[in-house]
């Protein structure tokens, strides 16, 4: 038994406590991703109402610190906070607070003297001896400000207060982050984040993740500031921490590799198989249905947050009174999800594609509904006039769906396993045999659990991808059937990527033939032949792109030296790749320099392999060496030929780097292969389901040369 | 025709096609020491009048070429221990130990080789999305831990060495693993030598996987950094070319010293398909 210990050890124990350790750890990151999550939605929907109330009601705002107070109540808000003097407005939430502003009566009085310069609309002031950034956002005299506090700050390069304007301040950031003496990342990442994106971000901000929401102005194009939300405690709206189901999962693993391990060393081949195989089901299904019914009380957490989430926009969007005079996309960035309006029963305008008909079905003030393939959360709130508005959000528990499902699938990797072990634990026919598979399968586990998930898994996730749309921002992935296979059929793109990556698969012929040469050519034991085969297989092993950046530096049709040499024999000048005509010629010349060595080395093996009686038999016939080479070489030479150019052609098929560096496809997609076409479709154009269809086409090409080429090898092989 | 003067031909050819070879390398230096207005002549200078070394200092600190590097490096480390380990074992019980369904298992791992990397790429970076690890080490690493290459080199190299020492150590009372760690394992090292060398070298070259599950500078590996690089300095040929250069260094260094291991690897694994 004390033998059968390790293979056990690293076929089930080790599986289950890696499962169970990563299980923790992602439900452990999933809980610490929660918070800032909601603070993202909390701060978002904060700057939607300052800058809601900034545009249309700054009157109200600015009328009367009290009832916007009272407002802010009602929202759920616990108070707008009224710094200093008049106008400022700092929006707190509840259990969560703003940043430590510590104006101080100093920050205070930058603050107004900021104001009072007008449209002054960043500054950074020192506060305390640290650099403080204030981000206002002036309007109309009023000033709706919320404030930054850095641990530490660029005073190095701004010295004391400073004003400057944001678009000015953007700049000059991203030129100051390249100095050594930027101080950390935590301004850097904010202005950057801020300015790169409309919506609320977490954002790190010295040891501390926050949620920032930026502001811009009028003409809704320069950042003009930010609400930033950091977290107190948890958020009531949320009572548990999702994710508990995987991690139940993870524990369920764990158990069920226990029992599994029990019942087997308890049967030692002795006990009855029949009880033995309850025991087993029992072992491996009690686990799992604890958690499935755990993953399901997580799914009701998160479908519970969902809804507490579109409550609270509900709660705002019900203040604005009279919904007909706001335009419906503001009323959903307000809301923090889309928004459609029905006017009595009748849809009027809806942000999303929703039909009538969906919407009118909606009884319930809270649910689900499916609307046009995508799931969707609602709620209906009515107005003080009657009227009827549906926010719509994504419903959070979906989004667990993809992680348990992935759980889930390696819990059934662990079951199966486990059963494999213990049905060879139990059929094994003697001791010595079961030692030996027991090794052996312990000895492949590792690999063959590593290409089952992240190769087969993939190959097999690949084709199911080619029957749906499939973009990674959009929650809805309908399923298109044959839609995307008929597409490409008719894909001129598509084709012109085919067929270029076919002209450029046309370096392999080449390649070999030089290949050849230069194999025969240093094919005998001469001084310093090692250093040439050397000096040829240098270009294969180096970077690619590096290599691709010299040949670019080369090729260039004024200053290049290919030009220069080619016009020393009157030739030229060549525009290379700057033409389509030329490029893809270029690329192909490139890969013959490239690809040369490493199919010298091949050709060189094989030409060793040749008997040498079989030359000596033909001197002494009177062969010359052109007619040795082609009776005795070439035909010898058939099988490590044939391999060359079949391995060759799918390796020129995948061609991507070169294209990438060199050409991005162009110029006019005359250089567009067919991997980097795949590489646009799915990150640059995020059609992954389309690009899919493509690569299993690519895939479909590639197996059956394999195929063609395992037959005819097997053939030649295979004694006549 | 006598012997000498065919080797003095064979010389004369060879060494002519040789430097033809070289040529792109030995501009890639020559550009690199080259200030901005020698660049631009024409016809080109073949060697700047006054190197310009301070392109390397310059071009160096005008991205974060230290990070590149050790990310490089924490990438191959974990990879190529992640080949050793799988190769080694998984080879070795392909090669040696008889258990039931060894041969069908084994074509299902060659099988491997058919697959075109793109056809994996969406679905493993949607699969390392869920997970929450782009643009981590782990979305780098997890996915190319092992290399069924290794694992056929392995094996043919167990298969080609003798089994008695094994055979012995078993009588002896040694369990599997024990066989394998002490007997067979350190017969194994050159064959693990030339595993590591080519994952290796693989791993440092590797592009489009890094390329897409790498967002931030900091997490780009050397080869996708250079050429970040290259798309912002664009004209810049001098910069391009000494940071081409670096990048070249050390896989040319590690290739001079390891010569052998690598012409070995791939008559192994080209010949014996």
């Known amino acids: 038994m004390n033998r059968l210990r390790i293979p056990f050890v690293l076929l089930v124990v080790a599986p289950a406590v890696i499962l169970a350790l990563g299980g923790i750890y992602s439900a452990y990151r999933s809980w610490a991703a929660l918070g800032p999550e909601l603070d993202r939605h909390a701060a978002a929907r904060a700057v939607e109402y300052m800058r809601f109330y900034r545009d249309d009601l700054g009157e109200r705002l600015r009328a009367s610190p009290e009832r916007l107070a009272a407002q802010a109540a009602e929202l759920g808000l616990e108070r707008f906070t009224v710094y200093g003097a008049r106008d400022q407005v700092v929006v707190t939430f509840p259990d969560a607070t703003p940043l430590p502003l510590a104006l101080g009566d100093e920050g205070g009085e930058a603050l107004l003297a900021a104001a009072r310069r007008g449209n002054a609309v960043v500054d950074l002031v020192m506060i305390d001896d640290r650099a403080t950034w204030l981000a206002y956002l002036p309007d109309e005299g009023s000033l709706t400000a919320a404030t930054v506090r850095a641990e530490t700050g660029p005073t190095d390069a701004f010295g004391e207060a400073v004003a400057y304007d944001m678009a000015l301040y953007l700049g000059t950031a991203r030129a100051l982050a390249s100095r050594d003496d930027w101080p950390s990342e935590l301004s850097r990442t904010l202005i950057d984040s801020l300015a790169g994106f409309d919506r609320a971000l977490s954002v790190e901000i010295g040891e501390e993740r926050v949620a920032a929401a930026p502001f811009k102005d009028f003409d809704e194009w320069d950042v003009t500031g930010a609400v930033v939300i950091r977290r107190a405690g948890m958020d009531p709206l949320m009572p548990a921490p999702p994710f508990v189901g995987m991690l139940a999962l993870a524990l369920a693993a764990g158990l069920a590799a226990f029992f599994v391990a029990r019942v087997t060393f308890e049967a030692g081949g002795r006990a009855e198989p029949r009880r033995l195989r309850r025991k087993f089901a029992l072992a491996l299904v009690t686990p799992a249905l604890a958690a499935a019914v755990l993953a399901a009380g997580d799914a009701r957490v998160s479908a519970r947050g969902t809804d507490s989430l579109l409550a609270l926009s509900g709660r705002v969007v019900s203040d604005l009174g009279n919904l007909d005079a706001i335009p419906i996309d503001r009323l959903a960035r307000l809301a923090g999800a889309d928004a459609a309006r029905l006017t009595a029963d009748t849809l009027a305008a809806a942000t999303i594609d929703a039909p009538a008909e969906a919407l009118a079905e909606l009884h319930s003030e809270t649910g689900r509904i499916r609307i046009g393939g995508r799931r969707f959360a609602y709620r209906a709130v009515a107005s003080e006039a009657g009227q009827q508005i549906f926010l719509l959000t994504d419903p959070l528990e979906d989004s667990r769906k993809t992680a348990l499902f992935w759980l889930a699938g390696l819990y059934g990797l662990l079951a199966v396993g486990a059963l494999i072990y213990a049905s060879l634990a139990l059929s094994a026919g003697s001791r010595m045999e079961l030692r030996e598979t027991m090794a052996a399968w312990s000895f492949i586990a590792p690999s063959l659990v590593l290409l089952l998930v992240f190769s087969a898994a993939p190959l097999l996730f690949a084709f199911y991808l080619s029957f749906h749309g499939w973009n990674l921002l959009e929650p809805a992935k309908p399923f298109v059937g044959l839609g995307h296979y008929i597409e490409l059929a008719g894909d001129g793109l598509f084709w012109n990527a085919a067929k270029n990556t076919a002209i450029y698969s046309l370096y392999v012929p080449l390649t070999m033939a030089c290949a050849l040469g230069v194999a025969i050519l240093l094919n005998r034991s001469i001084k310093g032949v090692a250093l040439l085969r050397a000096i040829f297989f240098l270009p294969y092993i180096t970077s690619f792109v590096a290599i691709s950046i010299v040949w670019q530096w080369m090729y260039d049709p004024n200053f290049g030296i290919f030009n220069w040499i080619l016009g020393l024999f009157g030739l030229g000048p060549f525009p290379w790749l700057n033409s389509p005509s030329t490029a893809l010629l270029a690329l192909i010349i490139m890969a013959v320099w490239i690809h040369i060595g490493f199919q010298m080395v091949i050709f060189l093996a094989g030409l060793q392999a040749i008997p040498n009686e079989l030359y000596e038999a033909a001197m002494i016939d009177g062969a010359g060496a052109w007619r040795r080479f082609w009776r005795i070489t070439l035909p010898m030479l058939r099988p490590t030929t044939f391999f060359v150019l079949v391995t060759s052609i799918i390796g020129s098929f995948q061609v991507f780097t070169f294209v990438y560096v060199m050409t991005e496809g162009g110029p006019l997609h005359a250089t567009d292969v067919i991997v980097y076409h795949i590489y646009q479709n799915a990150w640059q154009f995020l059609r992954m389901g389309y690009a899919s269809a493509m690569s299993w086409v690519l895939f479909a090409v590639i197996f059956a040369i394999t195929l063609i080429q395992f037959r005819l090898l097997g053939r030649r092989m295979t004694p006549s | ?273």
């Open chain 2, 1 to 273: 025709m006598n012997r000498r003067a065919g080797n003095t031909l064979v010389y004369i050819l060879a060494a002519a096609l040789g430097i033809t070879m070289l040529v792109p390398f030995v501009w890639m230096l020559s550009t690199s020491l080259m200030d901005e207005f020698e660049v631009f002549q024409f016809p080109p200078r073949l060697w700047p009048a006054d190197p310009a070394w301070s392109n390397y200092s310059n071009a160096l600190t005008a991205a974060p070429f230290a990070r590149f590097f050790l990310n490089s490096a924490i990438m191959s480390l974990f990879i190529v221990t992640g080949h050793l380990f799988t190769a080694a074992t998984a080879g070795y019980a392909f090669a040696r130990l008889r258990f039931p369904g060894r041969d069908k298992v084994f074509i299902l791992f060659l099988a491997n080789l058919m697959v075109p990397v793109i056809v994996l790429l969406i679905p493993r970076f949607l699969l390392v999305n869920a997970l929450g690890w782009v643009d981590t080490y782990m979305g780098l690493i997890i996915t190319e831990l092992v290399g069924v290459w290794g694992i056929f080199l392995m094996r043919q190299y167990f298969l080609s060495i003798p089994r008695e020492l094994e055979d012995a150590a078993r009588i002896d009372g040694a369990g599997e693993w024990q066989v394998f760690w002490k007997v067979a394992l350190p017969l194994s090292r050159p064959a693990l030598a030339t595993v590591a060398l080519f994952s290796f070298v693989e791993t440092w070259k590797s592009f489009l996987w890094p390329l897409i599950v790498t967002r931030s500078m900091a997490m780009r590996p050397v080869e996708v950094g250079i050429a970040a690089f290259h798309s912002l300095y664009l004209s810049n040929w001098p910069y391009q070319m000494a940071a081409a250069v670096v990048a070249v260094v050390p896989i040319l260094l590690l290739f001079l010293f390891t010569q052998r291991y690598f012409v070995r690897g791939i008559q192994l694994a080209g010949l014996k398909y």
